[in-house]
């Protein structure tokens, strides 16, 4: 053992890594090496925070290219699909051929850093959804900056949780988001105990954007390895609209959980940016006795494999039994 003293927090509040070169992990499927060796967006700065026209003209943009992703990848599934209007805002409802509990119902926001993934992109995900966890689905197209700041978004998930409580007993509704969806479905539940609305069967946090603080260690650890996310400090900043970004309806993980929560279903990957969000509301729940699981992914970036690989049908599979074992202790 050295004899060389350890630095301490107060000498060193950073460490020094080398450049070097990450490989794909040899181990993983052929799908997910292949998405490992891709990069989604190049990392472009963003517009000043009152221009609202240029943040228009570039979520307009990366919605266009979004769009045949997303259709591509749903263009599988099989499924019925209505839109209903509530306050003002597009629900689309897509009930697949196959599903696994004709009474449960998916309470769905889609991800998109809190300002893409509206619109067409909504629909498209919603069928992405609904094949993945074979069950009907309300995909809530909730308005979004640069128009509509917070609290707009999440005003449109609970009126959308409302109108679907009219509907169906709770504890038949899983609530479920990826990414900025997974932000509403987080903030949404903390909302409706507040208010006194009963709580869903269970809540699902895929890959989640949990911290609009950014305060996690793998928005430094990951940063650069993440082949699909950069840190998005300037989109929260305009989301937030002057309000604290700490504030638990803003930032999930600040919550108080003692008071109540459903059993919540938590994803993440070891290369994610977000990893720090998932594990962090991990132990929050767990703390406060929560039931819970956390589903990290191997090699995974932001958002998993995109769909495509084994390892994402697992994950599907896990995520299915953990709603059916939610439900199945309400009955």
Not at 12 to 41: C, D, G, K, N, Y
Not at 90 to 109: G, M, R
Not at 284 to 305: C, M, N, S
Not at 309 to 321: I, V
Request: with cysteine.
């Amino acid at each position: 053992m050295s004899d060389t003293p350890l630095p301490s927090t107060s000498d060193s509040a950073h460490i020094v890594v080398p450049s070097r070169e990450i490989p794909v992990p040899a181990h993983l499927s052929a799908e997910a090496q292949t998405v490992l060796s891709m990069s989604l967006f190049e990392s472009t700065p963003y517009p000043a925070l009152d221009d609202h026209a240029a943040w228009t003209e570039m979520i307009t943009a990366r919605d266009a290219m979004l769009l045949p992703m997303f259709e591509a990848m749903g263009s599988g599934v099989v499924a019925e699909v209505d839109e209903i209007d509530i306050d003002g805002v597009a629900v689309h409802v897509i009930t697949p051929e196959e599903t696994e509990n004709d009474e449960q119902v998916v309470l769905d926001f889609h991800g998109g850093a809190l300002i893409l993934g509206g619109g067409a992109c909504s629909r498209a995900s919603g069928m992405i959804r609904a094949g993945a966890l074979r069950s009907r689905i309300w995909s809530v197209d909730y308005r979004m900056p640069p128009d509509h700041p917070y609290p707009t978004p999440l005003d449109d998930c609970v009126a959308a949780y409302r109108s679907l409580l009219e509907q169906c007993r709770p504890e038949d509704i899983v609530v479920s988001g990826g990414s900025a969806g997974a932000n509403l479905a987080g903030a949404l539940v903390l909302r409706a105990r507040d208010e006194g609305l009963p709580l869903p069967g269970s809540l699902v946090l895929m890959t989640p954007e949990l911290d609009l603080t950014e305060s996690g260690d793998t928005f430094h650890t990951n940063l650069g390895i993440d082949a699909f996310l950069t840190p998005l400090m300037p989109v929260n900043l305009l989301y937030a609209d002057g309000h604290d970004l700490s504030h638990p309806y803003l930032s999930p993980l600040f919550g108080d959980f003692e008071k109540g929560f459903p059993p919540t279903f938590l994803s993440s990957g070891t290369r994610d940016l977000f990893l720090s969000n998932a594990v962090r509301m991990h132990q929050a729940l767990r703390a406060a006795e929560v039931h819970t699981e956390l589903h990290i992914l191997e090699g995974a970036p932001h958002g998993g494999f995109m769909g495509s690989a084994p390892e994402d049908r697992e994950l599907n599979r896990q995520t299915r039994r953990f709603i059916s074992e939610a439900a199945s202790t309400k009955r």
